[in-house]
Nanobody
Framework: QVRLVESGGGLVHPGGSLRLSCVTS????????MGWYRQVPGKPRESVAT???????DIADSVKGRFTISRNNMKSMIFLQMDNLKPEDTAIYYC??????????WGPGTQVTVSS
């Protein structure tokens, strides 16, 4: 069973930056589209950014121009660089497969809190 472990979250002031990391145990990682998702208690989980196996990206309008997704296939990792953070970015952030692929069991996520 594939494991996902997210890290890099924390408390940051508005306008600050964080870099999230996600490592997977999948042997097929390089062939898969991956994505970052976030969830606020009481609301559905939403897609933030996705990246195909070839590196093509899709960024949600709410974070476009502020968030950047990347991947390292040799290390089976994806990253989310978050700049100019806003209070509404506060959420638990998760990584998982993207597109039409079946989702793996969700990891613990990493908490991002943007507050002054």
């Amino acid at each position: 069973q594939v494991r996902l472990v997210e890290s890099g979250g924390g408390l940051v002031h508005p306008g600050g930056s964080l870099r999230l990391s996600c490592v997977t145990s999948s042997m097929r990682f390089a062939a898969l589209a991956m994505g970052w998702y976030r969830q606020v208690p009481g609301k559905p989980r939403e897609s933030v950014a996705t990246i195909t196996r070839l590196g093509n990206v899709d960024i949600a309008d709410s974070v476009k121009g502020r968030f950047t997704i990347s991947r390292n296939n040799m290390k089976s990792m994806i990253f989310l660089q978050m700049d100019n953070l806003k209070p509404e970015d506060t959420a638990i952030y998760y990584c998982n497969t993207a597109g039409g692929l079946d989702r793996w069991p969700w990891g613990p996520g990493t908490q991002v809190t943007v507050s002054s």
